[in-house]
């Protein structure tokens, strides 16, 4: 016995359930003795249960008492063939043919051919299995096959990514060293001029004397005589429109001043003419409730007093 089996074996090490009797092995004929005492016939009863439980269609409690029947009967080959009839319904073949090898050892005459469809069933069933296993296979290898090929195109444009790399690092070191050797020529070239431009210079100014000396007796004696009059013509003088007060302005302080209203003019344009701050605007509507509450009831003409 191999190591392994005997692990196995350890696996059964449960205790036994209390009961009357001692564990004699042989269950199931005991079983099938009472029965029989009790006026059942065992085998009949429950190969009939099955034959009809097969026939409804209730495959799997047939199962379980052709099962029963084999443990208490194991030699009862027609239960067996049964058996494997009902396992062929199910689609089980191989245990199907495994209950038919059985039935044929205990002497059951199984139908001609019966064999052969089990066979045949079994050798369908393992193609079909074979088929399934290299349709998956054939999948997998495309897939595989799919994964290498997308793994070469990366590859390769990561190689391709990688050169563009280099070719772009390659022509920024290119520009930086352009662009020094032009700074260095122009540094160069500017120097040079500077250096040889030096006789070139433009000349230096000359500073000349504003006037030349007055020697006494070098100018002749100039004599201006007054002109009369009526040869004199009025000179006027002209003065800035915006610094000319207004006639209003020039009234006198101690009488009364006024103001008609002219075309665009507001309290707060009078209120800063005559005030020179817009926020007095008040002061003019108070002096004239004709503008009203607000002062935008203005007409062109109005009187307005202005007070000082």
């Known amino acids: 016995m191999s190591d392994n089996l005997a692990l196995d074996l350890g696996l059964f090490d449960e205790p036994t359930r209390p009961g009357p009797g001692p564990v004699t092995g042989d269950a199931p004929a005991r079983i099938g003795a009472a029965c029989q005492k009790a006026g ?6 429950l190969y009939n249960e099955a034959l009809a439980l097969a026939r409804d269609g209730h495959l799997g409690p047939a199962q379980q008492h052709l099962q029963m029947l084999a443990c208490l009967d194991p030699d009862d080959g027609d239960a067996l063939l049964l058996l494997a009839r009902v396992h062929a319904a199910q689609g089980r073949w191989s245990d199907a043919l495994s209950r038919l090898d059985a039935a044929t050892a205990a002497g059951a005459l199984a139908p001609a051919g019966l064999r ?5 069933a079994i050798r369908a069933e393992r193609s079909r299995e ?11 290898l495309g897939e595989m096959r799919a994964l290498r090929q997308e793994a070469k195109t990366l590859r390769s444009e990561a190689v391709r990514l990688e050169t563009e790399v280099s ?4 022509r920024e070191r290119s520009w930086k060293l352009a662009a020094l050797a032009s700074g260095v020529f122009g540094t160069v070239v500017i120097g040079l001029l500077l250096v040889l431009g030096g006789d070139d210079a433009p000349p230096a100014p000359v500073i000349i004397d504003a006037a030349p000396p007055i020697v006494e007796g070098s100018l002749p004696d100039i004599v201006i005589e007054p002109a009369a009059p009526e040869d004199l013509a009025p000179v006027k003088v002209g003065v800035p429109e915006e610094l000319v007060p207004p006639p209003d302005a020039l009234q006198v302080a101690s009488g009364p001043r006024t103001h008609v209203v002219r075309k665009n003019e507001t309290l707060y344009k009078l209120a800063a003419r005559y005030y020179g701050d817009k926020s007095e605007w008040k002061r003019i509507a108070e002096a004239n ?3 009203g509450p607000d002062g935008t ?3 062109l003409g109005m009187e307005l007093v202005i007070p000082r």
Do not use: C, G, N
């Open 297 to 299: 009831k203005l007409s």
């Open 289 to 291: 409730p004709q503008t």
């Open 130 to 140: 074979e088929e399934h296993r290299a349709r998956v296979a054939a999948r997998e």
């Open 116 to 120: 052969d469809a089990f066979e045949t």
């Open 167 to 170: 070719e772009t690092r390659e």
């Open 40 to 45: 059942i016939h065992v085998p009949s009863t």
